[in-house]
């Protein structure tokens, strides 16, 4: 059976707001100095990956609307793959400016695709 390619999207906005939640009112200072939240935003980032990758398979003119979807899916398989490689300032500075564009993305084609 097909998962319903808003499954995949709901997995993004939650993972998005997760992040965002997690790093509310924190500077890239606050988060380094934070192992619990950099696992945690990794983790999120992840699922992001993980679900975009997977509804690109399923529906790829959906997923070619996410601004640098290819980019986010390489992302996932650095911090899977490269993990000894991933730097703090390069996942702060992915969810300080690129993730806000992704979270009204999401929303938008979620808003487009209706609630059935």
């Given at each position: ?36 939240i950099q696992a945690a935003v990794e983790r999120k980032f992840e ?70």
């Amino acid at each position: 059976m097909r998962r319903d390619p808003r499954a995949f999207l709901w997995d993004i906005q939650s993972a998005a707001d997760s992040i965002a939640s997690f790093t509310a009112g924190l500077d890239h200072g606050a988060y380094s100095e934070s192992e619990l939240i950099q696992a945690a935003v990794e983790r999120k980032f992840e699922i992001i990956g993980e679900a975009l990758a997977q509804m690109a398979k399923l529906r790829p003119d959906l997923a070619a609307r996410v601004p640098e979807f290819r980019e986010i899916i390489a992302f996932r398989n650095i911090l899977l793959h490269g993990y000894a490689a991933v730097e703090s300032v390069r996942v702060w500075r992915i969810a300080d400016s690129a993730l806000p564009k992704l979270r009204a993305t999401v929303a938008d084609i979620l808003q487009e695709l209706g609630s059935e």
